[in-house]
């Protein structure tokens, strides 16, 4: 039993980790909180119900419009709201990106309602593996896949292509990345566009086993923040490891103390980390 309830916590913190990705991008290089990150993951997974609904296309088929939808609002998060308070004083930026998020979902509860909806035919449904004692999921086991495969790719991104060395070099002083021909806005919408990629991505998986509400997104963007700052702002593999154990957490925690626990467990856990190391367990 301790097995299956570790492997859960893996699978569902690989998820997780994919979230929290999207978000440590961001963090990291313009030291924007983006509010509006859990919405982000909503637009996603509504985008994969309303194409099953409505076109009864497959979850994964959908994966890559999904990925292209919330791309893009990344995009116009930056170029309509971010922009224009990136500079602001205080807390102009967290403020904004606050008020987007609190926008689209009543947009969505306006639109869609607050009813639960459910993709219940798809490829991934109802199927798994059974190991000796070992029930796997196939809806969970593609997503953790999924989400491992998409943080080595933003990874690699980062470190071996022009743009990711731009990336690394606005987020080191931007400043200097200008005098250096970086040209720092369009690194930003690409960042952001990136940034929505991921929860793209994370939402058209979650999707295949999650109900999709207009309040879906609110808790998956509330342990992405806690995965940033216990993974250190902008180390995405740190955010990658930092969101497994929050899974970990989760998932023992509400096998053994309750489920009413499993939340709490995970927040207490990033209390006590930032105690001793506020830069989060991989920052430097």
Request: hydrophobic share 55%; aromatic share 14%; glycine share 10%.
């Amino acid at each position: 039993m301790l097995l299956q309830v570790l492997l859960t916590g893996v699978l569902i913190g690989s998820v997780y980790s994919l979230v929290a990705v999207g978000l440590t991008l961001v963090w990291g290089l313009m030291d924007i909180i983006n509010f509006a990150h859990g919405e982000f993951l909503m637009i996603s997974m509504y985008t994969t119900f309303w194409l099953y609904a409505l076109l009864k296309f497959d979850p994964l088929a959908s994966l890559p419009i999904a990925v292209g939808v919330v791309a893009l609002v990344g995009v116009l998060t930056y170029k309509l709201v971010v922009k224009r308070v990136a500079n602001a004083p205080g807390l102009m930026a967290l403020l904004a990106t606050f008020g987007l998020s609190l926008f689209i979902r009543n947009l969505a509860q306006f639109l869609w309602s607050p009813n639960y909806r459910f993709v219940s035919e798809s490829l991934l449904t109802d199927k798994r593996f059974i190991i000796g004692d070992l029930i796997i999921g196939l809806p969970q086991l593609v997503a953790a896949v999924g989400s491992f495969a998409m943080t080595l790719i933003i990874a690699l991104l980062i470190k071996k292509t022009k743009t990711g060395r731009a990336i690394q070099a606005t987020a080191q002083s931007k400043d200097i990345a200008e005098l250096m021909g970086v040209n720092t806005e369009r690194i930003y919408a690409i960042t952001f566009a990136i940034s929505g990629a991921c929860v793209g991505v994370a939402g058209a998986l979650l999707a295949n086993t999650f109900p999709v509400y207009p309040e879906c997104g609110a808790m998956y963007g509330l342990l992405a923040f806690v995965i940033v700052a216990l993974g250190g702002f902008g180390n995405i593999w740190g955010a990658f490891y930092a969101g497994i154990l929050i899974g970990l957490a989760e998932t023992l925690g509400g096998f053994y103390l309750g489920t009413q626990f499993k939340y709490a467990i995970a927040f207490l856990i990033y209390l006590l980390v930032l105690q001793f190391r506020p830069k989060g367990l991989f920052g430097w």
